[in-house]
């Protein structure tokens, strides 16, 4: 179902008509909305399904209508129809009285108390003020069994305010007029047409769900032999379109009108003083505002109603046939937008003006001298697509800094290096005050490139490089400085966390955030906290967590939820549930962290994303797909030039796995090419007494684990310990010591309650030894009950406490993760950068939600319900 040119199949937009049938109900109901959206096609198709129920006068007002007593006899003559009186109609007389017209029509309405509708299409037909006038006391003195439906272009002065007011007004605008995609499928198989889902929502989303572009695209589309190419490069500029397009709307604008669109249409987007820069008047503001009152394909893109932009397919006629019209405007009106948006930091906007006006060098120019801003904004693929745009083989050496950023996005990092060389040849010879900026760019992208490559100790020297923000001389100086400073303590944590130095990497990251913050570079913020969440590991999971959802808040806030620079937080996010046992809701974060990392993730990211999704088939007793991830791991691992500290877990977890698989000859010589400083390590002796055991010789798996046990190995104080009490419990088990086993579980869940750890217990099978040995009946029963449920799979029963505890929302549940800290309320609030009543608001719902009336008690019930970790001892 829609209307306009052509003829193609029609469809039923049930919901559509329902929403125009409860809005009926209203005194009053207007569906405006441009041409070709269906106004009419969704009138007619309720008057068809709902016309048996209620009488329904309807009118079309007849094309550029300025005769108010003509207008008048038609609606006189539809409610007498509908009415079904078959006395003579009203003629046209010398003395028309609109005012006794409006009491005509009122008391046909009074007469009948049966429920009637009218029904007004095209109602911006009508020209003549004083009819407008007279049908708005019309609508305002309706009976109350009367009900109007009005289909209009453009709002009209109908005094509609007052009945909005009194809520007797309903309104059906343009948005929901709109095809979504299922509709859009439905229309082009009623015509006859079949296309892959991708296509279908290519063409729903180029003409905006507009339907007479839509039935306009199907026309075209039947018999057409490549579908894809034409819905790739169906426009305005499309013959039919543009046709239509003219006709309805650009040739019914006055000509000052007409050339404030044609020379607009070269942005995207445009407010009054572009508007006035680009047609050399003024007053652009207010035209725009017009035309969008007048639903006439121009959209407001802020609540101020300040900024503009054009429907994709009324832009592509614009600019058509401003070509064709005023060709040589073209290149100067690129230029005035290029200058005008360089002046207001849009860059990549003035970038694109300069060269589709030609002007090639100094686009060249103002690229290099903001490529590093581009890309701490995060827009190195907008860079990359601006490099492509030039002429091939041209500005090699003034662009070489941009290419350089473009090949660290997408980690050709050998390319990077030679084009640094490039740029720094370049450098010198330009004048010393743009050099000294490009060298400080180039260093910060050196710095960037050491960190990929695994170069730690290069990370650590180019450090040392690096400007402080007081450095600068000028404003943009000291900017720049402090960027430079945020982008390189961004690599220096990243570097640390790398190293496992996680306090170091903890401090340099949030500095980094907060100098991002304080200079508005926000993807430079998310991308430090993205990493702090696995710094933050050094204090606890329950920290880490916490950490991470953070960064993923931010991120999804400007719509990086899927990008690689949040990989880091949702990887380490992933990583804390499966150690706490939490392996589903695990994977799916594994699963969308891996997704957003496949457009680019670098070597350091991709070792960890192998290394959790290892452990996860682990945990699960697939350890042959285990050991493929732990592989995998290695390989990229091979590729960094230093050395990674998840390494040494890494190779322990391969070879602790080889054993566990029976291929124990791999395992051996996977020990065999390893260094005495690396055999030293905690996690490698936790891997040879878990060769050991395979090997059945628990006495000597007992002595690899000494040093571990005795505190003279290197580990991590928590999850190394943990797993070497389990593997000590073992091999007491296999010598037939359960008391000693028993004391060394007993050791191991001590150390793993406060973060709720499970997967130590699923990794080595000791899990097992919690169904047998004496440790069951103990206090500990509700902690291993959680592990034992974890490694079989089993949800935890669910009690009513839990049922309310589950109903808490995202927000609340960061909430309760601070209420274990010393954070008043209004520190809690700066640090989710919400207001303070927001935050009581959130306190008072988990009170409620978990059955408490204070701070401690829902910290404690918040633990028993695993909300929370538990605190250390």
């Known amino acids: 179902m829609a209307d306009g040119p052509g003829r193609v199949g029609l469809i039923d937009r049930h919901d559509l008509v329902a929403t125009l049938d409860l809005a009926v109900r209203q005194r009053v109901t207007i569906v405006s909305a441009p041409a070709g959206s269906g106004k009419t096609s969704l009138l007619r198709a309720w008057a068809d399904r709902f016309g048996q129920e209620r009488p329904i006068a309807f009118v079309s007002v007849r094309l550029g209508e300025h005769d108010a007593q003509l207008f008048w006899l038609d609606l006189v003559g539809a409610v007498r129809g509908a009415l079904n009186k078959v006395a003579e109609q009203p003629h046209a007389t010398p003395g028309f009285d609109g005012g006794a017209m409006v009491d005509r029509v009122l008391s046909e309405l009074v007469e009948t108390d049966r429920p009637i509708t009218l029904v007004v299409d095209d109602l911006h037909e009508l020209g003549s003020a004083d009819a407008l006038e007279q049908f708005s006391r019309l609508l305002t003195c309706l009976p109350r069994h009367a009900h109007a439906v009005l289909a209009t272009r453009r709002d009209l002065p109908l005094g509609l305010h007052r009945l909005r007011l009194t809520g007797d007004l309903a309104e059906i605008r343009g948005p929901q007029l709109r095809f979504a995609e299922a509709e859009t499928r439905a229309l082009l198989a009623a015509s006859g047409l079949e296309l892959p889902d991708h296509l279908t929502a290519t063409l729903q989303q180029r003409t905006e769900g507009w339907a007479a572009g839509l039935r306009l695209a199907a026309l075209s589309l039947a018999g057409h032999p490549d579908p894809e190419r034409f819905v790739a490069e169906f426009s305005g500029s499309d013959r039919t379109v543009a046709e239509y397009l003219m006709a309805e709307m650009l040739e019914r604008q006055p000509k000052d009108v007409q050339r404030l669109l044609l020379r607009t249409s070269v942005v995207d987007r445009v407010n009054g003083e572009l508007a006035d820069l680009l047609t050399g008047s003024s007053g652009s503001e207010r035209i725009l505002l017009e035309l969008e009152d007048a639903n006439a394909f121009v959209v407001s893109l802020d609540t101020d109603r300040t900024w503009f932009r054009y429907h994709h397919l009324f832009a592509g006629l614009l600019r058509l046939e401003l070509r064709r019209t005023q060709p040589e405007e073209l290149p100067e009106l690129h230029r005035l937008a290029a200058h005008w948006l360089a002046g207001r930091a849009r860059i990549a906007d003035a970038i694109e003006h300069l060269q589709a006006a030609g002007d090639w060098s100094e686009a060249a120019r103002l690229l290099t001298d903001h490529a590093l801003s581009l890309t701490l904004d995060g827009q190195a693929d907008t860079i990359q697509a601006l ?487």
Request: glycine letters at 8%; a neutral charge; proline letters at 4%.
């Open 387 to 873: 490099l492509d745009s030039f002429p091939a083989r041209t500005y090699e050496n003034e662009l070489a800094l941009a290419y350089a950023t473009a090949d660290l996005n997408r980690f050709r990092l050998e390319e990077a290096s030679a084009h640094l060389g490039i740029a720094r040849s370049y450098a010198k010879s330009t004048p010393s005050d743009r050099g000294n900026r490009l060298t400080m760019a180039i260093s910060s992208l050196e710095l960037q490139l050491a960190r990929m490559r695994g170069h730690f100790d290069g990370v650590f020297e180019l450090m040392g490089s690096l400007p402080s923000p007081a450095a600068g001389r000028s404003s943009a100086d000291i900017a720049l400085s402090s960027d430079l400073q945020a982008g390189g303590l961004l690599n220096l944590g990243v570097t640390e966390a790398w190293l496992l130095r996680l306090s170091d990497s903890e401090r340099h990251l949030t500095e980094g955030a907060a100098l991002a913050r304080a200079g508005r570079r926000p993807y430079l913020e998310v991308a430090c906290l993205a990493h702090l969440g696995f710094a933050a590991a050094v204090h606890s999971f329950g920290l880490a967590r916490r950490r991470c959802e953070e960064a993923i808040a931010l991120a999804e806030r400007h719509g990086w939820d899927d990008h690689p620079v949040i990989v880091p937080a949702l990887a380490t996010l992933a990583g804390a549930k499966i150690w706490m046992g939490e392996f589903d809701d695990g994977e799916r974060w594994l699963e969308r962290a891996t997704k957003a990392g496949r457009s680019g993730a670098e070597p350091g990211i991709r070792l960890l994303l192998h290394l959790i999704t290892g452990v996860l088939h682990a945990a699960r007793g697939r350890n042959d797909r285990a050991l493929e991830e732990f592989d995998a791991a290695m390989r990229v691992n091979a590729l960094m030039a230093g050395e990674h500290a998840l390494e040494v877990r890494v190779a322990s977890w391969t070879i602790a796995t080889q054993a566990r698989l029976g291929l124990l000859e791999q395992a051996r010589a996977g020990l065999a090419v390893l260094t005495d400083r690396q055999l030293a390590r905690g996690e490698l002796c936790n891997a040879v007494a878990t060769l050991r055991l395979a090997e059945h010789d628990p006495v000597a798996a007992r002595s690899a684990l000494d040093p571990v046990l005795e505190g003279t190995a290197p580990v991590n104080p928590h999850l190394t310990l943990i797993e070497a009490h389990l593997l000590d419990a073992l091999a007491h088990h296999e010598l037939g010591g359960r008391q000693a086993a028993a004391a060394a579980v007993e050791r191991a869940l001590s150390l793993a309650e406060p973060d709720r750890l499970v997967l130590p217990f699923a990794m080595t099978g000791a899990w097992r030894l919690l169904e047998t040995l004496p440790v069951r009946g103990n206090r500990r029963s509700g902690q291993i009950t959680g592990i034992l449920d974890a490694v079989h799979g089993r949800a935890r029963p669910v009690d009513a406490d839990q049922d309310r505890a589950e109903s808490l929302s995202p927000s609340e549940l960061r909430v309760l993760r601070y209420l274990p800290t010393n954070l008043t309320r209004q520190e809690i609030a700066n640090e989710m950068t919400v207001s303070l009543n927001t935050i009581s608001t959130h306190i008072r719902n988990i009170y409620a939600k978990l059955g408490v009336t204070d701070r401690s008690a829902a910290v404690q019930r918040g633990r028993d319900l695993r909300l929370l970790p538990v605190g250390r001892r």
